[in-house]
């Protein structure tokens, strides 16, 4: 069974910078992307970035410039660097890995998600 288990959310206040984690553990073949995702209060969730297995990134518009997403796939953990914090960078920060199998199947899982809270 795999496991992915996000560390590093709190509270930061505007315009300071946080580092999320997420490590992937359990039984698996192989990860392809990697990808972060956020809800926040009221609001549906949304993709903030994405790293292919390739190491190619992709990022909402609203954090180009200020997040930056890199994997380390030795210890088959994503991170989210986030800087220059926003009132509206606030919720909950969901980790997503694409599992693949020996077959070539390939299927979700997701992490328990973690709290980031901007304010002053």
């Known amino acids: 069974q795999v496991q992915l288990v996000e560390s590093g959310g709190g509270l930061v206040q505007p315009g300071g910078s946080l580092r999320l984690s997420c490590a992937v553990s359990?039984?698996?073949?192989?990860?392809?992307?990697m990808g972060w995702y956020r809800q926040a209060p009221g609001k549906q969730r949304e993709l903030v970035a994405g790293?292919?297995?390739?190491?190619?990134?992709n990022y909402a518009d609203s954090v180009k410039g200020r997040f930056t997403i890199f994997r380390d796939n030795a210890k088959n953990t994503v991170y989210l660097e986030m800087n220059s914090l926003k009132l509206e960078d606030t919720a909950v920060y969901y980790c997503?890995?694409?599992?693949?199998?020996?077959?070539?199947?390939?299927?979700?899982?997701w992490g328990q998600g973690t709290q980031v809270t901007v304010s002053s």
């Open positions: 359990g039984s698996m073949f192989s990860i392809n992307a």
């Open positions: 790293i292919t297995s390739g190491r190619r990134q």
């Open positions: 997503k890995a694409e599992m693949r199998t020996a077959s070539g199947n390939t299927y979700d899982n």
